[in-house]
């Protein structure tokens, strides 16, 4: 019973954090509307953070997703407004998230260097990148069909969630239920043990780092689909709830591990933390303060619970 109550943990804490903000404001926070709103606006938060637990459950750290967001949005955009072919420009959008996987796994896998280095400088120069070709201004040229492809809504939720729901389905059935996501999992705990099992490290780092990358580029082609324009300063709004949400649902659903239902549940959790403040009266700013203390917290917790899985 107390290993279930740790495994259920987060959830628990969501379900009670939701009735006591609905006890407290029934007419604002208690409503349809309001519950709608708070799964559709984290829906490409939702993936980014799928896609961050690639790359840490392989032990890997990878800080460049929001900026590829951030640039694979700003090019789709760019070669919109220029008249490029819509698929061509998706195309190029996608590619950026190919080629920033690529060069960070060889910077990390192949020359050694630190992944959170190679990613924190990533990260900067996607942000760079997204300003210049940008301008530094917001570009409004996406087309209809983007706009289409991100906005049809079904039972309510707008296509990004939904998109988002089938990412977590399909991360929860490879590292559940498939071969691969157990080699991600011994990858990540023990890289040396890995290898001598006859485990291809290097190739599941690859692999993690690139699936990473192109779900910041799907999500950037959302997000642009989502707004209908593009801000190059994006990305860093897009850093730190993906985040807290990875490292909190790791101490849930399957403590100590990066796992795919328990980051969803993670990030539902801070979602309501921060809208039923916000309806009491919190500032704004409450919202910067929660993730990072959030962040903190489950990065500890993470850690115990890593101790006390093993």
Known sequence: MSRLLVQNAVLLVLLVTFVIFSVLEPETFFTTANVRTMISTQAIVLIIAIGLTLPLRAGDMDISIAGVLAASASVLAVLTTNGVPTIVAIVA??????????????????????????????????????YGITGARVQTGVPPIIKDIASWTFFGFPATVWYAWIFVLITWYLYERTPLGR????????????????????????????????????????????????????????????????????????????????????????????????????????????????????????????KWNT
Request: proline residues 1%.
């Open 93 to 130: 959008a996608l590619a950026v998230g190919a080629v920033v996987g690529a060069v960070n796994a060889f910077f990390s896998v192949v020359v050694g260097v630190d992944s959170f280095v190679v990613t924190l400088g990533m990260f900067t120069l996607l942000t760079g990148f997204a």
């Open 183 to 306: 080699y991600i999992l011994f990858v990540g705990g023990n890289r040396s043990a890995a290898r001598l099992a006859g485990v291809n490290v290097s190739g599941i780092r690859w692999l993690a780092f690139l699936g990473a990358s192109m779900l910041g580029a799907v999500a950037g082609i959302l997000l642009a689909g989502t707004y209908g324009a593009v801000d190059p300063s994006i990305g860093s709004q897009y850093l730190l709830a993906p985040f807290a949400a990875a490292f909190l649902g790791a101490t849930t659903i399957r403590v100590g591990r990066f796992n795919a239902v328990g980051t969803m549940v993670a990030l539902y959790l801070l979602v309501v933390g921060i809208t039923g403040l916000q309806l009491l009266g919190a500032a704004s700013w409450v919202g910067d303060v929660f993730n990072g203390a959030a962040l903190i917290i489950s990065v500890t917790l993470a850690k115990i619970a890593s």
